[in-house]
Antibody
Framework: EVQLVESGGVVVQPGGSLRLSCAAS????????MHWVRQAPGKGLEWVSL????????YYADSVKGRFTISRDNSKNSLYLQMNSLRSEDTALYYC????????WGQGTLVTVSS | DIVMTQTPLSSPVTLGQPASISCRSS???????????LSWLQQRPGQPPRLLFY???NRFSGVPDRFSGSGAGTDFTLKISRVEAEDVGVYYC?????????FGQGTKLEIK
């Protein structure tokens, strides 16, 4: 059974930094690209970032480019999202997702950016 | 960036009746590898997203056959042949042919 468990969400002040993690199990992690998507309270899904299997190829939404960095450690079956220069509009539930098609998703971790 | 436009944004449906959601992209979603990376996801209240279809019409594991996905190029459709109570939620199309990936605004399916 595929499991994706996000962690690291907290309340952080504007301008602060945070690293989210996603622990994957139940599949061969390094066979798949991985996503981060987010959902602001009461809003729709927003695609954030993707990292390919090769670890080096990454893509970002314009809204986070230059501030967020996606990475993965295939030896630890883990996905990460380093979030810098956080803004109030980054407040959201952050989900990690498996595969380019988005076949499986975690339960999410909540990031709140507030003073 | 590719803009994904869903219609309608809200769909009140009677139980047992059909429902249809349209998703249009601002550019063709046909990838140079020949695939079209258009997925449909369902989000029930308080739940994470759940994949229904990938590459337009490939039904994901566990998805009832009353759901179907179709389309090509820039126009895609999700249909439910007979709506059941458990289908209530928000439906999203997502494209990952071109990066950054993008979602449609979401269509809220509710029971009349």
């Amino acid at each position: 059974e595929v499991q994706l468990v996000e962690s690291g969400g907290v309340v952080v002040q504007p301008g602060g930094s945070l690293r989210l993690s996603c622990a994957a199990s139940g599949f061969t992690f390094d066979d798949y690209a991985m996503h981060w998507v987010r959902q602001a309270p009461g809003k729709g899904l927003e695609w954030v970032s993707l990292i390919r299997r090769d670890v080096t190829t990454t893509y970002y939404a314009d809204s986070v480019k230059g501030r967020f960095t996606i990475s993965r450690d295939n030896s630890k079956n883990s996905l990460y999202l380093q979030m810098n220069s956080l803004r109030s509009e980054d407040t959201a539930l952050y989900y990690c997702g498996k595969g380019r098609d988005g076949s499986d998703w975690g339960q999410g971790t909540l990031v709140t950016v507030s003073s | 960036d590719i803009v994904m436009t869903q219609t309608p944004l809200s769909s009140p449906v009677t139980l047992g009746q059909p429902a249809s959601i349209s998703c249009r992209s601002s550019q063709s979603l046909v990838h140079s590898d020949g695939n079209t990376y258009l997925s449909w996801l369902q989000q029930r209240p308080g739940q994470p997203p759940r994949l229904l279809f990938y590459k337009i019409s490939n039904r994901f594991s566990g998805v009832p056959d009353r759901f179907s996905g179709s389309g090509a190029g820039t126009d895609f459709t999700l249909k439910i042949s007979r709506v059941e109570a458990e289908d209530v939620g928000v439906y999203y199309c997502m494209q990952t042919t071109h990066f950054p990936g993008t979602f449609g605004q979401g269509t809220k399916l509710e029971i009349k």
